[in-house]
């Protein structure tokens, strides 16, 4: 049985669990012995610009931030891990994998660049731990592809060739990868969906969504017996108070509904991603689909200052997104230089800073919220149904060797006694002001 709780000045301590006598107090929060859904993994997307940090590390320190990130007995422990497909907003530049004009059977398709950037980032966590999964998505179509003809702003060019090739790419993209070593489990088809920006993006209607899906990369992959899993992501639906303005406020789902509604669309959908806004629309997909599995594809990045605060509301996002009915959390930028800024000038959080002067690993506050979660949850638990007081700033899984892994904030200014109650014994937890905290009890 253990304990371990961080706070703004002790990141990872260990402390004494209390039991009580069966019924001396008032339980705060109870577990139930009821399974919601399985947990498939955590994990963080590999970016140009988080291997240019990393290369500023000695190798051995090198290996220490690797370890820990991915090695199933490091810190934590990753399982689910993203790339982009071509340039994300934290590449080095613009590219994508082929921008010749008209190339429609894609003779000049190359991930030459990758091999300098993404490739061994992958392959040196893939080393560490051979079982990860691996999901990509593109930020954007290459430019020739699009209305106008940009990296940024724009949409697909909806014409026959133009879409039987781009599902080329697709495809183009999953055997270059195999030939490299590299298994792509899953193609989301669009980073952000509603994102019109000035990095790397492209827009999207459900209705184009469907009918990309259900009439070319569907059957492009089976025509080339690819055994990828397509999923329907990442989905950033418009916020609500947007929708509102518009009379769209039913609208939150209506990607992910506009596609499942329809069986052929449906017959090639494995999952569905959601990030950022996409919060507001999850509930409602999982109601109404939840045979599918679901996933948190984008952690919400903040401002490239890494505060308490700022990690206090992440572990809202785990909370809400496990509650909700996901299988795997995604961070986004795992390593980062100081203040993270991208390529086109917006600071974002990171798990881990490294400055480069000083060869310096900083371990954020959001890698602790991470870690709690990471490194105690294996693949394949289970998240289990709560009831009490503390139901909303908790969230509790079993592993399948019967350990139970209670995951608790206490957002309060001030320590909060927390007495939890499972089979009839009680534990209580003193828990300090603004922490995070895992508690693994031996379950059954």
């Not at 430019?143 to 697709?170: C, D, H, I, Q, S």
């Not at 917006?346 to 798990?351: K, L, R, Y």
Request: with cysteine; aromatic share 14%; charged share 25%.
């Amino acid at each position: 049985m253990r304990w371990i709780s961080s706070t703004e000045s002790q990141r990872w301590n260990e402390k004494d669990v209390k039991v009580v006598t069966s019924q001396e107090k008032q339980s705060s929060l109870m577990i139930t012995s009821t399974d919601r859904q399985l947990v498939e993994g955590f994990g963080g997307c590999f970016n140009e610009l988080g291997y240019e940090a990393l290369s500023f590390l000695s190798e051995e320190d090198r290996e220490q931030v690797l370890y820990h990130l991915f090695h199933p007995d490091g810190d934590c422990k990753f399982s689910v891990c993203r790339l982009p497909i071509g340039a994300s907003d934290y590449a080095l530049e613009w590219y994508s994998l082929n921008e010749h004009d008209d190339d429609y059977e894609m003779e000049h398709f190359s991930i030459e660049r990758d091999r300098k950037y993404l490739i061994p980032y992958i392959k040196e966590a893939l080393r560490l731990n051979p079982n990860l999964t691996l999901f990509a998505s593109p930020w954007s179509p290459p430019t020739w592809m699009k209305t106008p003809k940009a990296y940024n702003y724009g949409t697909l060019r909806w014409e026959k060739e133009v879409l039987e090739a781009y599902a080329l790419y697709f495809v183009k993209f999953i055997e270059a990868y195999k030939q490299e070593g590299i298994t792509i489990h899953q193609i989301h088809v669009q980073n952000e969906v509603v994102a019109d920006q000035k990095f790397p993006s492209c827009v999207w209607t459900g209705e184009q969504l469907r009918e990309f899906i259900r009439d070319y990369l569907g059957p492009a992959f089976e025509q080339h017996h690819i055994e990828t899993e397509i999923w329907l992501g990442t989905i950033n639906a418009p916020e609500p108070w947007d929708e509102w303005l518009k009379g769209k406020a039913q609208d939150h789902d209506a990607y992910a509904h506009t596609v499942l509604s329809d069986p052929e669309a449906y017959k090639y959908v494995s999952g569905v991603g959601y990030q950022w806004a996409g919060k507001y629309g999850i509930q409602r997909t999982v109601l109404s689909y939840p045979e599918l599995r679901y996933m948190q594809t984008e952690n919400e990045c903040g401002d490239g200052t890494n505060t308490w605060a700022y990690a206090k509301y992440i572990f809202n996002l785990y909370q809400h997104y496990f509650t909700n009915g996901v299988n795997s959390y995604i961070y986004w930028n795992m390593v980062l230089q100081p203040k993270g800024r991208s390529t086109w000038g917006w600071e974002q959080n990171s798990m881990l800073t490294i400055e480069k002067e000083r060869q310096q690993v900083t371990q954020n506050p959001e890698y602790f919220v991470m870690k709690h979660f990471s490194h105690f949850v294996r693949p394949d638990a289970q998240l289990i149904e709560t009831t009490g007081s503390w139901t909303g700033n908790s969230l509790v899984f079993e592993n399948t060797d019967g350990a139970l892994i209670v995951v608790i904030q206490n957002p309060f200014k001030e320590e909060r006694e927390v007495v939890i109650e499972h089979n009839g014994q009680q534990y209580s937890f003193n828990l300090e002001a603004e922490s995070f905290n895992s508690l693994v009890l031996n379950g059954k």
